[in-house]
């Protein structure tokens, strides 16, 4: 879902996305500092600048980070079923070639990997029920950012829908653009 909003949003050249399309900044890469963080865009001539990063929303610490650098931000959070999403982060971190395990016995891992890690790699590759458990990480949001800022879409409504103007005509209205 991410990948698919990120490529109809970075079309349009008022809007400037990092070259890499998750910077991690506010999760892991915040030690880089915003200088580190500014040189990640392309695009200096810009109306809004955006990031898109499923990992903010699991980890407390970005929704406060991105609060105290930008309160009044626009966040748009996918929602997906959440063992569709368990298995899809699955499948992604088996291509990256980081998870050797079969998918039951990841979950069953899953608690005690990350525990045991201190490093953010069991996050961000292992988190795989952790971070389908939305309303944890949706209380944390809305601790920081309120309705007005927050714009939920359900992941099959960008799949199983014939006709994205209408969701690409309200993510337009909430971000505050006029569509072109």
Not at 77 to 97: D, G, N, T
Not at 116 to 130: A, E, I, P
Request: proline share 2%.
């Amino acid at each position: 879902g991410t990948s698919t909003l990120y490529n109809w949003l970075k079309q349009d050249k008022r809007l400037s996305f990092p070259q890499n399309k998750e910077t991690h900044y506010f999760s892991s890469n915040y030690s880089y500092g915003s200088q580190w963080y500014i040189k990640q865009f392309y695009n200096k001539e810009y109306t809004f600048r955006c990031e898109i990063d499923p990992s903010y929303i699991y980890y407390p610490d970005s929704i406060k980070k991105i609060h105290e650098i930008n309160n009044d931000c626009k966040m748009i959070i996918i929602l997906r079923h959440p063992l569709e999403r368990a298995y899809s982060h699955f499948l992604m971190s088996k291509h990256r070639c980081v998870e050797k395990l079969s998918f039951i016995i990841a979950l069953e891992s899953e608690r005690n990997r990350i525990i045991n890690d201190k490093s953010d790699f069991s996050l961000l590759n292992y988190s795989y029920l952790s971070r389908s458990t939305y309303s944890d990480q949706i209380k944390i949001l809305f601790k920081y950012f309120d309705d007005a800022n927050c714009l939920f879409i359900k992941y099959d409504d960008i799949f199983l829908n014939s006709d994205n103007n209408k969701l690409i005509s309200d993510i337009y209205n909430f971000i505050g653009l006029d569509e072109k």
